[in-house]
């Protein structure tokens, strides 16, 4: 049994079924996909979660394939491999090739010098965060025009609160196995083919023609009445089966009306903050662990415009904004001119997102204060003439879990918990890696874990 359907409990449950494993899925939602939703709306296409995702792993393949749903997908338009940083009011192209980075205009002679003494610094010493790594090997320039950004594209954090051996585990790595990055980059490029891996930045985005939320209605239909949504889940308990054996219950509310469940297993693949409750009678401390992980609000404001009211050709992913330009949006997608069908035709769809661990309280904006600074922030730095004919704003009270130092020992007392407790096992975001790619290496991982468990009892 599983309580949550987001893509981590989907995955779970798609490949328990495939060794064979019965599974039930629980969800207090409507629809599953957790936070990946689409919403589609006279010709504009929003999406509520992840507006896209990285070919990090074949699995997403395999499963496309057995899902029957491998036609649907898209891939993104190759512009979308430029993207913007902006630096003095201005969007700089992120630079994708060495002779692009000695002629960018994104970093001084002194910033680009400083990046190229990077394989010359030594190993750290301990536990640091993001910004104490990356200002160690490549400079402060770097961090503030290329890692503070993109931390906030990713986490919607901030790089001097998030743990680099946690949330950049592959870019710890390569200091650890190799003694710097250069050389990790070259010699890790052979390791991922082996693994048939691609890194991040080498894999192609994709969607669908109908959004992302193609994908855990799919994974939905793959479950059919064993999905079982508006059912909130209450608590998880452990007894003893007549035959000896450990099951559990899970008690949950349905339409108003109480219920239970007994299974052999239960997963918990819910956020931090609710698994926090599910996980108290088992471990007081690791359900304190759970509560003190921050996911920080961030407001999604999409916006739709006539194409001519661009000031700019949108000619790449879009844009971020380091924290040193003191503007109050995180960075803007260029929605429309990634993937087909996100916008009527003759209209552009722009998706900024505000707020963030950078300024938790400009997401907290009414609707109308919120638009506006947007398209004040807009006008600013494309051009944007007028304004929008259409707007929709999604809001996350909590956002994105923070991989924050001490993070790996939380990770670590999740495992001594499902190593004390046979049968209970955790699962999500703020477990393995926050992207959709991870999502689905982390489910895979548990499913093969699990099926293999009750094979040995």
């Known amino acids: 049994m599983i309580v949550g359907a987001g893509v981590s409990g989907l995955t779970v449950a798609y490949f328990l079924r495939r060794a064979g494993l019965g599974v039930t899925v629980l969800d207090t939602g409507d629809a599953p996909g957790g936070t990946m939703q689409t919403v589609i709306d006279?010709?504009?296409?929003?999406?509520?979660?992840?507006?896209?995702?990285l070919e990090t792993t074949p699995l997403f393949g395999e499963m496309f394939d057995g899902l029957g749903i491998a036609g649907e997908q898209l891939y993104a338009d190759p512009a979308a491999d430029r993207r913007y940083i902006l630096r003095d009011a201005?969007?700089?192209?992120?630079?994708?090739?060495?002779?692009?980075?000695?002629?960018?205009?994104?970093?001084?002679?002194?910033?680009?010098?400083?990046?190229?003494?990077?394989?010359?610094?030594?190993?750290?010493?301990?536990?640091?965060?993001?910004?104490?790594?990356?200002?160690?090997?490549?400079?402060?320039?770097?961090?503030?025009?290329?890692?503070?950004?993109?931390?906030?594209?990713?986490?919607?954090?901030?790089?001097?609160?998030?743990?680099?051996?946690?949330?950049?585990p592959k870019l710890y790595a390569l200091e650890e196995r190799y003694g710097g990055l250069v050389r990790g980059m070259v010699r890790g490029a052979g390791e991922r083919r082996k693994r048939a891996e691609k890194a991040k930045d080498r894999a192609r985005m994709f969607s669908f023609r109908a959004g992302m939320q193609t994908f855990p209605n799919a994974l939905g239909r793959s479950l059919g009445d064993e999905l079982r949504l508006k059912c909130t889940a209450a608590s998880v308990e452990r007894k003893t089966s007549p035959g000896g054996r450990p099951e559990f219950v899970v008690h949950y509310r349905r339409h108003g009306e109480p219920g239970s469940l007994e299974a052999p297993a239960a997963?918990?693949?819910?956020?931090?903050?609710?698994?926090?409750?599910?996980?108290?009678?088992?471990?007081?401390?690791?359900?304190?662990?759970?509560?003190?992980?921050?996911?920080?609000?961030?407001?999604?404001?999409?916006?739709?415009?006539?194409?001519?009211?661009?000031?700019?050709?949108?000619?790449?992913?879009?844009?971020?904004?380091?924290?040193?330009?003191?503007?109050?949006?995180?960075?803007?997608?260029?929605?429309?001119?990634?993937?087909p069908g996100r916008a009527p035709a003759g209209h552009v769809a722009l998706t900024t997102f505000v707020g963030g661990s950078r300024q938790p309280l400009l997401a907290g904006l009414d609707d109308g204060e919120l638009a506006g600074t947007v398209v004040s922030e807009l006008r600013s730095l494309m051009g944007v003439q007028g304004d929008p004919v259409y707007a929709k704003i999604i809001r996350?009270?909590?956002?994105?879990?923070?991989?924050?130092?001490?993070?790996?020992?939380?990770?670590?007392?999740?495992?001594?918990?499902?190593?004390n407790v046979p049968g209970l096992y955790l699962c999500g975001n703020y477990r393995g890696g926050i992207a959709v790619g991870d999502c689905l290496t982390s489910g895979?991982?548990?499913?093969?874990?699990?099926?293999?468990?009750m094979r040995n009892q």
């Open 396 to 419: 996350w009270e909590k956002a994105i879990p923070q991989y924050g130092l001490g993070h790996l020992e939380l990770v670590e007392e999740i495992r001594t918990l499902e190593r």
């Open 267 to 339: 997963v918990l693949a819910v956020p931090a903050y609710i698994a926090e409750s599910f996980v108290r009678p088992f471990s007081g401390s690791l359900a304190a662990a759970l509560g003190r992980i921050f996911y920080p609000p961030v407001a999604e404001v999409f916006l739709g415009f006539p194409a001519s009211a661009m000031g700019r050709p949108l000619d790449g992913f879009g844009f971020l904004i380091p924290a040193k330009e003191k503007r109050k949006i995180l960075g803007t997608i260029w929605s429309s001119a990634l993937f």
């Open 42 to 53: 006279g010709g504009w296409l929003v999406e509520t979660g992840p507006n896209s995702a």
């Open 90 to 168: 201005l969007l700089h192209p992120l630079p994708m090739s060495p002779a692009a980075f000695l002629t960018s205009s994104l970093w001084s002679v002194r910033g680009k010098l400083r990046l190229m003494k990077e394989p010359f610094v030594g190993r750290g010493a301990e536990e640091e965060t993001v910004a104490q790594f990356v200002r160690r090997r490549l400079g402060e320039e770097f961090l503030d025009y290329a890692i503070n950004p993109f931390v906030a594209g990713v986490y919607a954090g901030d790089p001097a609160a998030l743990s680099v051996r946690a949330a950049f």
């Open 444 to 453: 895979e991982g548990l499913a093969r874990r699990i099926a293999g468990e």
